[in-house]
C-alpha cells in the first residue's frame, strides 16, 4: 500500500465533510512511496525518527508540526542546521510525515479524547451534550493529579486552587484547547455554563482560564483547574490510534513511538 492511500482510507474512515485548507498533509516523502511499516507519534522528533528507522517504518503519522509551525513552512528554513540535518535523516532513510490533526480532532468521536478516555476509563462519565465534560465520581484535585502522573506519566503537574478542592464536573481542554480555539472567553464560558469544578488543560495563558480560576479560588468558589502540558494531554490519543487504524490497514505493522514531553525539571 502507498502513502496515498494509506492517508486517503484513514481521512475515508472519519466520516468528515472535506476540511480545507488543512494542515493534514505530506509534510515530506513521497505520495507514491510503498509503505513497509508505520509509526504514530506526538510529534515527529529527531528520536521518534531514529525508533521508526530501527523498526523497519517508513512512514511517521504525526499529530503535531515537523518543522517548528503550525503548518510546517520551511521557507525560512532553508540554510538552517536544525532543519537542514533533520531533513537529510529523513531523506537517507526514505521516511515519509503525514499530518493528521485536524481530522483527527473533528471526528466523532474526537479520536484523541477517544484514547485519552480510553486510557483513563472515562468513557462512561463523558457528557453526551457538551463533549468537553464529564461527570465524575466525587474526588480531589490531589486524587485527580496522582491519577493522571500515573496514567499519562506526567512528570510535574501544576493547579490552580486547593488541592483538597471536592470536584465532580470536569471539562477536558487538550492541547491548545484552553487557549479558546478562536474564542478567547471560551474556556471561562464553558467552566461557567456547564458549573464545572475543574478543567483540566494542555497549555494555558496566564491572563484567561488560569486568571479566572485563581479569583474564583481566592473569592473562595469550588473551582479548580490542572494543567498537564500540550503532549501529555494529547500523546496518550497517538497512542491509542493504532487500535483504529489496524482494521483499516491489514497487513501493514502499526506501532506507537513517544515522543514524550519536551522538559526537564530542575
Not at 500500500?1 to 476540511?19: F, S
Not at 509509526?39 to 528507522?53: C, E, K, L, P, Y
Not at 453526551?128 to 506526567?154: G, M, N
Amino acid at each position: 500500500m502507498q502513502v496515498r492511500a494509506v492517508a486517503e482510507r484513514i481521512i475515508e474512515a472519519c466520516k468528515i465533510p472535506p476540511i480545507e485548507p488543512t494542515c493534514d498533509q505530506l509534510i515530506t516523502g513521497d505520495w507514491d512511496s510503498e509503505v513497509s511499516g508505520i509509526v504514530t507519534t506526538f510529534m515527529a522528533t529527531v528520536d521518534v525518527i531514529h525508533a521508526a528507522i530501527a523498526q523497519g517504518a517508513n512512514l511517521i503519522i504525526t499529530h503535531e508540526p515537523t518543522y517548528f509551525t503550525h503548518l510546517d513552512q520551511t521557507d525560512w528554513l532553508q540554510a538552517d542546521p536544525v532543519y537542514q540535518q533533520k531533513q537529510a535523516l529523513l531523506t537517507e532513510n526514505g521516511i515519509n510525515i503525514w499530518r493528521f490533526h485536524d481530522h483527527m480532532h473533528r471526528t466523532d468521536p474526537d479520536l484523541i479524547y477517544a484514547g485519552l478516555n480510553q486510557e483513563l476509563g472515562w468513557e462512561r462519565y463523558w457528557l453526551s451534550d457538551e463533549k468537553h465534560c464529564y461527570q465524575i465520581p466525587p474526588t480531589t484535585v490531589a486524587a485527580l493529579s496522582a491519577l493522571f502522573k500515573d496514567k499519562l506519566d506526567v512528570k510535574t503537574i501544576q493547579i490552580i486552587g486547593k488541592p483538597e478542592t471536592t470536584v465532580e464536573r470536569v471539562g477536558v481542554l487538550v492541547g491548545a484547547g484552553s487557549l479558546g480555539l478562536g474564542s478567547e472567553p471560551m474556556p471561562m464560558e464553558l467552566m461557567r455554563n456547564q458549573n464545572l469544578d475543574l478543567i483540566v488543560c494542555g497549555e494555558i495563558l496566564e491572563w484567561t482560564l488560569a486568571a479566572y480560576v485563581r479569583d474564583a479560588a481566592q473569592l473562595g468558589l469550588n473551582k479548580a483547574l490542572i494543567i498537564l502540558g500540550h503532549n501529555r494531554s494529547e500523546e496518550i490519543g497517538m497512542k491509542h490510534l493504532v487500535t483504529w487504524l489496524e482494521p483499516l490497514l491489514p497487513g501493514v505493522p502499526i506501532a506507537f513511538a513517544e515522543a514524550g514531553e519536551p522538559f526537564d525539571y530542575l
